[in-house]
């Protein structure tokens, strides 16, 4: 399975990944390589098996229904290049 | 019936310039699950606290953080799906819906896709005009709201808090099954009485606990299905109303002028009551769902969903029947009262070993309507339960007419107080002493003799003299009592 140019653009926009066109070029043959040796798997049968959501039959750990975690602002804020007042605060991204 | 082609009645169609056309709506509900913690973590739910402190490092998405649900947020679910007669599904997967937004620092929200919580149900519409309307409930899944962004701030900034990010919704999906904007009130008006009486979302709206995105179409009838827009931000079911009606009416023109319907996205401007495109995001709607690999799939123990079932509470549309039956209510009478389980508990004490039809009435137009007037919630009502009901006894034992009860309400409403005891301390008491009451209605023939002999010609006057014998005896009077003797006095019938 190969993919052309125009999907590794657009998998690079969903991405918001910024790729040049030299990029584009070489990205196109190394996901089509991935995905030929992906589909290797598609030569086994697994009629009749279900998929594995898991390596381990466990069922999933659920918590109850108390608050134990919250009044960390600053540690919330630490990376943010800006803040203001509590807030995060980015570039307009008004609809 | 197939409701998928459900054809709405004529009265329901809207007149377009080229014949007449038929609303078809569905809407995607987001109710914000009920409980004290997040879906995923341990961060408080609590509406209105200073930004980003109901946050924690899962929320924030920080590297390495895993999200361990919260069991609770999973029943309350279950229990709204109970409630809307739905299938639970007793495996259901978590995937990923992949998008990009400020609000959402994992860069992918946690919902479900392919396998729902909550599979098909049904919620039913009891329309004014007596019409029972069906909306089939498609699915119900579970996933995380996303964080608040505020773009009033700053000219060039927007200001993100995320203390609602990670809390859990429940997206509550109906078939297109609606056909006017009156039928999509009424569904989320009772979605919202359902949701409260399971005590699993508080369904309020101004703080967005409930938000609906209005699926609009429009068709010629008979026609299959017309292109449909997706309305967003519309955060009052009054908004809904117009906010259909203008999309329709957009479409409708659109088409008649030769156009086409392009399925997009628009928002609802509460500003302007007109909708208005969002943005072209036919690259954005590619969310690349997929299971997520930090949560395995959801399997939930048959006997489990029975526990939450055996505890659901009475639903509204069987508290009605019951209250019809057991009281002797019109229907329109106990729809009112089961809007809020609050009312309905409230009318229950006030009738209990009462006249359930007098306390429907006194609840309805006096309770109500005084609670209305002053911007008060039933919950806190000035006046209990018990103190309507002694009103109530009061007219009953004829101890006080209807206009002095009335009155009465006012005092105990402003005071409290026993009504009884107010009734004794002010005198209060009905006239019944006929030798009295015939004083009063001599008087007051014997001072209008010119409207006595009137009245032979004209029985109809009698009411005035009943009026001015009321008036006399301060309301007091018997009104019957008022009444008959006036009749024999004045020699009419």
């Known amino acids: ?95 | 019936m197939n409701k998928a082609v459900r054809e709405a009645a004529s009265q329901k169609l809207v007149e377009g310039a080229t014949g007449r056309w038929e609303i078809v709506v569905g809407m995607e509900v987001h109710a914000q699950v009920t409980s004290q913690a997040k879906l995923f973590s341990g961060a408080s739910t609590r509406f209105g606290a200073d930004p980003n402190t109901n946050v924690s490092l899962v929320d924030a998405a920080m590297p390495g953080m895993l999200p361990v649900i919260n069991e609770f947020c999973i029943a309350q679910a279950v229990r709204t799906g109970l409630g809307l007669q739905a299938k639970i599904n007793l495996r259901s997967v978590f995937d990923r819906k992949n998008y990009f937004y400020p609000d959402l620092p994992q860069g992918y929200q946690i919902s479900q896709y392919s396998d729902p919580l909550v599979g098909e149900g049904v919620v039913q519409l009891d329309m004014p005009d007596g019409e029972r309307v069906e909306v089939g409930i498609e699915r119900i899944h579970v996933e995380q709201d996303a964080g608040k962004s505020l773009h009033d701030q700053h000219p060039a900034k927007t200001y993100v808090d995320l203390n609602r990010t990670g809390v859990a919704l429940m997206e509550i999906v109906s078939r297109p099954d609606l056909r006017s904007a009156d039928e999509a009130r009424a569904y989320l008006t009772k979605l919202r009485t359902i949701l409260r009486y399971l005590g699993t979302c508080d369904g309020n709206m101004e703080e967005g606990s409930l938000r609906a995105d209005i699926n609009v179409s429009v068709r010629r009838p008979g026609e299959p299905l017309g292109t449909r827009c997706e309305v967003k931000n519309v955060n009052s079911i009054r908004f809904i109303g117009q906010a259909i009606e203008h999309e329709a009416r957009r479409q409708i023109d659109l088409i008649e002028d030769g156009g086409t319907v392009e399925q997009e996205t628009r928002l609802f401007d509460p500003r302007t009551g007109a909708t208005r495109s969002m943005r072209s995001k036919e690259e954005a709607h590619d969310y690349r769902y997929f299971p997520d690999p930090d949560l395995l799939p959801l399997e939930l123990e048959q006997s489990w969903v029975d526990a939450i079932a055996a505890d659901l509470p009475e639903l509204p549309d069987d508290k009605k029947a019951r209250l019809i039956a057991e009281y002797g209510l019109s229907a329109y009478d106990a729809g009112i009262l089961v809007a809020d389980w609050e009312t309905a508990d409230f009318f229950e004490k006030v009738a209990a070993g009462r006249d359930g039809k007098a306390a429907a009435n006194w609840v309805i137009n006096d309770l109500l309507g005084a609670l209305n007037r002053d911007g008060r919630d039933i919950t806190d009502s000035p006046l209990s339960p018990d103190q309507l009901g002694a009103i109530i006894e009061l007219i009953g034992e004829e101890v006080i007419s209807g206009k002095i009860a009335k009155e009465l309400f006012e005092i105990v409403w402003t005071e409290g107080g026993d009504p009884r005891d107010i009734v004794e301390a002010r005198g209060l008491k009905q006239v019944t002493d006929t030798g009295a009451i015939e004083a009063a209605v001599d008087e007051v023939i014997s001072a209008n003799p010119d409207k006595a002999e009137q009245a032979k010609a004209k029985p109809n006057l009698a009411g005035w003299f009943v009026g001015q014998v009321m008036k006399a005896t301060g309301g007091k009077a018997n009104p019957q009592a008022v009444n008959a003797l006036v009749k024999k006095k004045l020699g009419v019938e």
């Open chain 1, 1 to 95: 399975m190969s993919v052309d140019v125009a999907t590794v653009r657009r998998i690079a926009r969903l991405a918001r990944i910024a790729v040049t066109e030299e990029e584009a070029q070489s990205l196109q043959h190394e996901l089509s390589a991935i995905l030929d040796w992906v589909e290797q798997l598609g030569e086994v049968d697994v009629d009749g098996v279900p998929p594995m959501t898991s390596t381990v039959a466990m069922a999933m750990k659920k918590r109850a229904d108390t608050v134990t975690d919250g009044g960390r602002v600053e540690d919330i804020l630490r990376n943010a290049p800006e803040t203001e007042d509590g807030y995060f605060v980015v570039p307009k991204v008004v609809e």
